[in-house]
């Protein structure tokens, strides 16, 4: 159907010093029921540059992610 709604719930799978792991799954929403349509993950690096000229290098995720992260994991 062209325009159906999409519900996507994401989970973190794994968290690493230097990214993290997500785990999709796909529904589309027929009323109140959800039929799942697809499931996927994506691995995430943070990476940083020295300039617009250099290759990226793998670099710790931002203490505002990983506390962010960290206190929904504990909830």
Known sequence: MPFETIEVDMYLKDLYDNGMKLFFEYYSMEGRER??????????????????????????????????????MSS
């Open 35 to 72: 039929r799942k349509l697809a499931y996927g993950h994506n691995i995430l690096l943070w990476a940083k540059r020295a300039d617009e000229n250099s290759i990226p290098i793998a670099d710790l995720l931002p203490g505002v992610i990983t506390d962010s992260v960290s206190l929904r």
